[in-house]
């Protein structure tokens, strides 16, 4: 084993997006998943908390940027999302109400979940990190969040947008003052699954046409490169691309300059 994969700093990829808000990646796990930690003074609050692969993932985060982390807002309840925190330091966990149930009780088995993260062999993990041990956190200092509620925090104010498809809780954070939005697995540069069970592609449909609407700067997603600039996308010809492989019943790839969205239908 690699031993600068026991490092924190080393094991996670940390990407600022602007000053202040900054996306910490899985590097090393097939599917690169990202959350994002938007910090005001000695105050931060975290979209999303990965997969947990280190233990002490929230203390680690605020040791290195020296501040306390009190609050956690999850994108959807997949494991990948979710499971990083910490009963010990996060005070509250929101999650949209249709999702909250998988905090307690998650829908896939553990074997599923550890083969998933493993891919075979092909990620890379801390020397004192065992897969075959690997379970997930039962959350239930949950609150419940729906479309159209605001957040206030410091500086930041993030405003919820319910965008199911992807799965049936899944919401966006627009954060109002710099044009932002916090996508989750709703859209992001890479592979996006709508054919799990619980997957709706014609929602999914409707939650692009939301987006499309919205006055954004930056689009910022939850796997792969997180960040997409608006003028590097053109949602309306991404949703006609969509609709065009819903009405021939497959999947398909996106492609719009360096960018590339495929979509598991």
């Known amino acids: 084993m690699d031993k600068r994969l026991d490092n924190f700093e080393y094991y996670y990829r940390f990407i600022e997006i602007i000053p202040g808000i900054i996306a910490i990646q899985e590097q090393f796990i097939n599917y690169k998943a990202s959350c994002f930690l938007l910090i005001d003074g000695k105050e931060g609050i975290l979209i999303d908390a990965l997969s947990g692969i280190f233990p002490d993932f929230i203390y680690q985060l605020e040791r290195k940027f020296n501040i306390k982390i009190k609050n956690l807002y999850l994108t959807h309840a997949h494991y990948d999302h979710f499971n990083g925190y910490d009963k010990d330091l996060i005070e509250n966990v929101y999650v949209h109400s249709s999702e909250a149930k998988w905090l307690k009780d998650y829908y896939l088995k553990i074997e599923e979940i ?20 690997f379970d997930l956190k039962i959350i239930s200092n949950y609150m419940e969040l729906k479309d159209g509620d605001t ?88 949703i006609d691309f969509y609709k065009d492989l819903i009405r021939n019943g497959c999947s398909g790839k996106y492609f719009s300059g360096q960018k590339h969205i495929e979509f598991w239908l």
């Open 151 to 238: 957040i206030n925090s410091g500086r930041f104010s993030l405003h919820v947008i319910h965008t199911p498809g992807h799965s049936p809780g899944s919401i966006c954070f627009y954060e109002i003052s710099n044009k932002i939005l916090f996508c989750g697995d709703t859209l992001y540069d890479g592979l996006i699954d709508v054919r799990d069970k619980y997957s709706d592609r014609i929602q999914y449909l409707y939650s692009l046409e939301i987006l499309a609407k919205l006055d954004i700067k930056l689009l910022i997603g939850s796997h792969e490169e997180p960040i997409i600039k608006k003028d590097e996308i053109n949602l309306n010809n991404l």
């Open 114 to 133: 550890r083969q998933e993260i493993d891919n075979n062999g092909k990620s890379k993990y801390p020397s004192f990190f065992n897969i075959n041990d």
